[in-house]
């Protein structure tokens, strides 16, 4: 059983920066591919960034140029780097980590960008 944990959410201002983490436990981490996706109030749940197992990444248009998702997958840890943040950037992000046919997801973290 994997369970992921997010954190480094808080309260920033426009064009500030977060930097969260999603820390995994049990095995097999360097085989599972994890991505990032968020969820603001009243909208559906969003796919922000992904990374493979190999180290491909992709990302929602939205945050290209913005947002950088890697991974140590020594420490079992995902990372997704925001820079110049916006206020529709506000939502709970969500870690998720995919192998096969399994599935796991974080508690999620928020994030809220606001003066």
């Known amino acids: 059983q994997v369970q992921l944990v997010e954190s480094g959410g808080g309260l920033v201002q426009p064009g500030g920066s977060l930097r969260l983490s999603c820390a995994a436990s049990?095995?097999?981490?360097?085989?599972?591919?994890m991505g990032w996706y968020r969820q603001a109030p009243g909208k559906q749940r969003e796919l922000v960034a992904a990374?493979?197992?190999?180290?491909?990444?992709n990302y929602a248009d939205s945050v290209k140029g913005r947002f950088t998702i890697s991974r140590d997958n020594a420490k079992k840890t995902v990372f997704l780097q925001m820079n110049s943040l916006k206020p529709e950037d506000t939502a709970v992000y969500y870690c998720?980590?995919?192998?096969?046919?399994?599935?796991?997801w974080g508690k999620g973290t928020l994030v809220t960008v606001s003066s």
């Open positions: 998720r980590g995919t192998y096969g046919l399994m599935e796991y």
């Open positions: 049990g095995s097999g981490f360097s085989s599972y591919a």
């Open positions: 990374i493979t197992s190999g180290g491909s990444t």
